[in-house]
């Protein structure tokens, strides 16, 4: 059986989301206290999304198969169902840097990563020293120099759309850029700078390098076209600076109905290209 997993970490000492030998990872840690509870090896979870070294998760999601047996066993004679029992005992085996808020048997053809629709992403900065709390220093980012919120939003906005975003990702041999930017948009709360980034997928180290593009005309070092125009060259330039790690938090994953996730895999798994038409089907949050 296939079991859908929410879950949040704070990434602060993990090293990015995938399993690595010798290091302490998300997935490494999710996957070794499912096979102690359910007794088993070789246990392999679906992710969403990735996260890097230092990247946070509120709404992360992934999903594991199963045998149903073991699954059963882990209920035991007590009250709670096989899905109540394995959270409960899932919350008491991983560190207290990892919960996982809720377990559920998935939807028929739900795939946590091909199904998904959306990510979103939040990047938190503090720009002005009145706001450098050290009790969040691993989720907010301490910025030296103040940034102008309407030229954060005029530069974001130009980037949003069905584009190439070579110039904001890692190249990865074999993999595409192409990626439609449903939202980028930054506002305030309660003084703390907060870009809100949503796409129907992310490349490596796309978020960060956006925001370090856009924060380059909110500091008034280049104009609201330097950020088009970079995108356009479709070659990252060294004056882009990708931003700190700890800054951002994925917030929350998009789904269709169940009806359609089935449907949303095979078209996630089919390579995208400038000419695909841009997804103007793609639910709002």
């Not at 096979?35 to 999601?61: P, W, Y």
């Not at 700078?193 to 008034?220: E, I, K």
Request: aromatic content about 6%.
């Amino acid at each position: 059986m296939r079991l859908r997993l929410d879950l949040a970490y704070d990434g602060t000492d993990f090293r990015g989301w995938a399993k690595q030998p010798g290091l302490r990872t998300v997935q490494g840690e999710l996957e070794a206290a499912l096979d102690t509870i359910l007794r088993t090896t070789g246990t392999s979870v679906t992710v969403a999304g990735r996260t890097d070294t230092g990247v946070h998760a509120r709404g992360q999601v992934v999903h594991v198969d199963l045998d149903e047996e073991a699954l059963v066993r882990v209920a035991g004679h007590g009250r709670r169902t096989p899905t109540e029992a394995l959270l409960r005992r899932l919350n008491g085996v991983v560190d207290a840097d990892l919960r996982i808020h809720r377990v559920a048997e998935a939807a028929p053809g739900f795939d946590a990563r091909f199904s998904a629709t959306w990510r979103r992403y939040a990047y938190r900065i503090a720009d002005n020293e009145t706001m450098f709390d050290p009790l969040r220093r691993s989720h907010v980012v301490a910025w030296q120099w103040p940034l102008d919120l309407d030229a954060l939003n005029e530069a974001s906005s130009l980037l949003v759309g069905l584009r190439d975003f070579a110039a904001f990702c890692k190249q990865r041999e074999g993999r595409t850029t192409i990626r439609t930017l449903l939202d980028f948009r930054w506002t305030r709360d309660d003084g703390i700078l907060v870009a809100d980034v949503r796409a129907d997928a992310f490349c490596h180290s796309m978020v960060r390098s956006l925001v370090g593009c856009v924060t380059a005309v909110g500091q008034g070092r280049e104009d609201a076209q330097w950020a088009a125009r970079v995108m356009a060259g479709r070659v990252r330039p060294p004056d882009v600076y990708v931003a700190p790690a700890h800054g951002l938090t994925l917030e929350e994953v998009g789904y269709p109905s169940d009806a359609e996730l089935g449907v949303q895999a095979g078209l996630a798994r089919a390579r995208r290209s400038l000419d695909t038409p841009d997804p103007g089907q793609v639910p709002p949050r």
